[in-house]
T-cell receptor, first 116, second 112 residues
């Protein structure tokens, strides 16, 4: 159980365009989902907490107008990188839990974003 | 600023031996601790979680927590080449559904 699906797995886009990444909990409902970013040779950094039916909570230093998060249902959260630039190229990973994290968090397979 | 520190390695261990991975954290209010394994280019997968001081065993893996010393470790017994990966220590401050603070990870190499 506790499967999290993330799409697309890989995307290449031109500078200035927007990219949408989807994160779905397949076998459980998730009122909260998390978005992380991982640069090469670095660890995962929490970007924001996505809350179903309300605004996302962003970590310090993360631009909320650039990284738009929508959590419209109990099984789907989306991250839109707006006006992407090469420095936004990274590995974006979502995470969710069916039990408020009591038994850990399940991660999606990640999205490798390359902005050219 | 919450910090989670790990030795980046690489840590090289012969096959069949015990691999010992260590992690320290700065926030004394941290309550939950997780070990994840991450293969290159893949997302993390949960190995173990621990909430109470002491040891917790699951198969070949043992997690150890010492809150007084702000220290958590992971032991891997009978190490296999397939255990070669980066091991990430993660900490959660509260008991609710909060996000995790990750260390940079330790690159473990199991030598056949």
């Amino acid at each position: 159980g506790a499967v999290v699906s993330q799409h697309p797995s890989r995307v290449i886009c031109k500078s200035g365009t927007s990219v949408k990444i989807e994160c779905r909990s397949l076998d459980f409902q998730a009122t909260t989902m998390f978005w992380y970013r991982q640069f090469p040779k670095q660890s995962l950094m929490l970007m924001a907490t996505s809350n179903e039916g309300s605004k996302a909570t962003y970590e310090q230093g993360v631009e909320k107008d650039k990284f738009l998060i929508n959590h419209a249902s109990l099984t789907l959260s989306t991250l839109t990188v707006t006006s992407a630039h090469p420095e936004d190229s990274s590995f974006y990973i979502c995470s969710a839990t069916p039990d408020r994290g009591q038994r850990g968090y399940t991660f999606g397979s990640g999205t490798r974003l390359t902005v050219v | 600023q919450k910090e989670v520190e790990q030795n980046s390695g690489p840590l090289s261990v012969p096959e069949g031996a015990i691999a010992s991975l260590n992690c320290t954290y700065s926030d004394r209010g941290s309550q939950s601790f997780f070990w994840y394994r991450q293969y290159s280019g893949k997302s993390p997968e949960l190995i173990m979680f621990i909430y109470s001081n002491g040891d917790k065993e699951d198969g070949r893996f043992t997690a150890q927590l010492n809150k007084a010393s702000q220290y958590v470790s992971l032991l891997i017994r009978d190490s296999q080449p397939s255990d070669s990966a980066t091991y990430l220590c993660a900490v959660r401050e509260g008991g609710g559904a909060d996000g995790l603070t990750f260390g940079k990870g330790t690159h473990l190499i199991i030598q056949p």
